[in-house]
């Protein structure tokens, strides 16, 4: 220090508060390692650790009512809630035909998918959204597998729809699917023909779990340093999946391919914290980079071409499903159409939650009764745009 030159004073001054903030961070970066991305989640989305609510997030939300049910399944009780606009009577709420969400996992909740309540209002009133646990997962009850190993099944979930979409007398309805819960509503369009049935949605999926593992390592995996690539391909060798540095790498893909949102909503911490991880590894297997269990060899890629309903193909720019995943799929389902969100990551509904609900509010409005008026269409030009982003994407 030159005692007397102010400009040297602070030079050595802001060196020192940048020493400092370096040491604070890397502090905090450790501090948060130690702690584990599962005790992260603990909190269950409080308001302190997740200042951000889903209802934040998201657009152009009216005053909407949920009111929740019960509906027994097997022998087991499954949770499940229904959306409408407040001020409207069930008769208008019924005017157009619903939305249902199956949500991801396997083993997740309907916390995935809580943001899509916004079509309540985007349809003005005239349709309602239903979301539910499936059993086993969130609040809905959770049998062993020694109880109930139907759980651990493909078919199963098939069934429980359609008890849920009889019990609620849906006679008319669009089904999205969102990760683990496309594949239920790939298999429902294919086996059921469900004249019900009026779109599909298939959010984030893949029709072939090979290919899915393939993308991985070409298209994800690939993008990280070969340090951190060898100890994800050398745990998925060895079946362990419990060392400190496969976890700590496993916490950092998260936040590059799964849910980029910073900080959380609370929504998606409920997601995460609620997840029934006995479903999950049975189902899908240990790993996220891999396909195990009950999934490993699932392939309905040659069947595709026989889904006749309108069906709309989403997924982000940074997620886990790669062009190639989504290519097949778009090109198998005549007349599909394909939408990447720029921002988001295997989350859509939550990293570019107000893109994806207007796309679903225009599919919808495409496909409803012909004679309904709305007060918003998306138009060509815009359409024109995303298809040369769409293209380039899949380049």
């Known amino acids: 220090r030159v005692h007397g030159d102010s400009c040297t004073e602070q030079r050595v001054f802001e060196r020192m508060k940048s020493a400092f903030l370096l040491t604070l961070l890397l502090g905090l970066v450790q501090y948060s390692r130690g702690l584990g991305l599962r005790s992260l989640l603990q909190d269950g989305g409080d308001g302190e650790e997740h200042p951000l609510t889903c209802d934040e997030i998201t657009e152009n939300l009216c005053d909407i009512k949920e009111t929740d049910g019960w509906l027994e399944v097997r022998g087991y009780k499954l949770h499940y809630f229904v959306y409408t606009k407040a001020d409207v009577s069930d008769a208008t709420a019924n005017t157009l035909p619903a939305l249902v969400g199956l949500h991801g996992g396997p083993g997740g909740n309907h916390?995935?998918?809580?943001?899509?309540?916004?079509?309540?209002?985007?349809?003005?009133?005239?349709?309602?959204?239903?979301?539910?646990?499936q059993m086993g997962a969130g609040d809905s009850e959770r049998p062993t597998q020694k109880e109930a190993p139907w759980l651990w099944t493909l078919d199963y979930y098939l069934d429980e729809f359609d008890q849920l979409a009889s019990h609620l007398k849906l006679n008319k309805f669009y089904l999205l699917g969102h990760s683990w819960g496309g594949i239920v509503a790939q298999l429902y369009a294919l086996r059921r023909n469900d004249p019900r049935l009026q779109g599909l949605v298939l959010a984030s999926i893949f029709s072939d779990a090979d290919l899915y593992v393939q993308?991985?390592?070409?298209?994800?995996?690939?993008?990280?340093?070969?340090?951190?690539?060898?100890?994800?391909?050398?745990?998925?060798?060895?079946?362990?999946?419990?060392s400190a540095a496969y976890k700590q790498v496993t916490e950092q893909l998260?936040?590059?391919?799964?849910?980029?949102?910073?900080?959380?909503p609370d929504c998606l911490a409920k997601a995460f914290d609620r997840l029934n991880v006995d479903i999950y590894v049975g189902m899908q297997g240990p790993s996220e980079f891999t396909i195990g269990g009950a999934l490993a060899g699932f392939n309905t890629t040659g069947e595709l071409h026989n889904i006749k309903v309108p069906t709309l193909i989403t997924a982000g720019k940074f997620d886990t499903m790669t062009p190639p995943v989504l290519d097949v799929m778009h090109k198998g389902i005549k007349n599909s159409i394909l939408k990447i969100y720029p921002h988001s990551g295997h989350m859509t509904a939550h990293d570019d939650v107000n893109l994806l609900n207007r796309d679903l509010t225009d599919f919808m409005r495409r496909h409803d009764a012909p004679h309904l008026s709305y007060t918003h269409t998306h138009t060509e030009l815009e359409r024109a745009k995303e298809t040369r982003a769409q293209q380039a994407f899949l380049q």
């Open 111 to 133: 916390f995935e998918l809580y943001t899509l309540k916004q079509q309540v209002c985007a349809s003005e009133g005239r349709r309602k959204v239903v979301l539910y646990d």
């Open 254 to 264: 998260m936040k590059f391919f799964t849910a980029r949102i910073v900080p959380w």
């Open 215 to 242: 993308g991985q390592d070409t298209h994800l995996l690939s993008t990280i340093p070969d340090v951190s690539r060898k100890i994800i391909r050398d745990a998925d060798v060895t079946k362990n999946y419990d």
